[in-house]
């Protein structure tokens, strides 16, 4: 693997990928491909980033990893439950946060998965649930659920906030896919961009 210019720091673990990206202070996007290989095996990393946005978003979060897990349609009849953290530090054994982590909580409603040991969150585009209560829509992802949080060092939360609107985009991209998030957190009345590209994989709790 090598250093691009703009992305470095590359790391890897059995479990991550690590890498830094620095500032895209122009206006066009980019890209650029990090190769995996072991062996005779191998494997691409695309990585996106958009250009200087000009004040569009308030906040932007480049997600490193997702964990979730999915539910089928155990508390949602007709429709696949997709439950997903974009965040920065991963899960524990118990499915609770790390210490010292960013977490984008995603309660995710569409068709049910055919193989729920191989569950993939869907692509398309979903929008926010205003809805007090999740109504298990598909093509939505439920206010009642989805929020923003962060976490001490502990591992306790230390602030959190649900969404007040917000748009979901799940598209392929190279050899896996590239969700983005733009949602806007009540009370602070500021914009979030946050995206992550990689495998959708989702534990699987369809019992």
Do not use: H
């Amino acid at each position: 693997m090598k250093e691009t210019g703009w992305i470095t720091d590359i790391e890897t673990t059995e479990e991550l990928v690590k890498f830094t990206v620095a500032q895209n202070n122009a206006t066009e996007s980019r890209e650029n491909t990090i190769t995996l290989s072991y062996e005779e095996a191998t494997a691409e990393i695309i990585v996106k980033q958009k250009g200087k946005s000009g004040g569009a978003y308030d906040y932007e979060f480049p997600a490193p990893r997702l964990d979730g897990f999915y539910y089928g349609d155990a508390y949602s009849p007709g429709a696949g439950n997709y439950w997903f953290f974009l965040n920065d530090k991963g899960l524990d054994e118990d499915g609770n946060a790390m210490p010292n982590g960013t977490y984008f909580l995603i309660d995710l409603y569409s068709d049910i998965a055919p193989d729920p040991s191989n569950a993939r969150i869907p692509t398309g585009v979903f929008t926010l649930d205003p809805s007090p209560f999740a109504s298990c829509a598909k093509g939505t992802f439920s206010r009642q659920n989805s929020r923003y949080y962060t976490t001490d060092e502990n591992g306790k939360t230390v602030e959190t906030r649900a969404l007040d609107t917000g748009t979901l985009k799940i598209t392929e991209s190279g050899n896996g896919y590239l969700i983005e998030l733009n949602c806007m957190t009540n009370e602070t009345n500021k914009l979030w961009y946050v995206y992550y590209s990689g495998d959708t994989l989702l534990e699987n709790q369809a019992y």
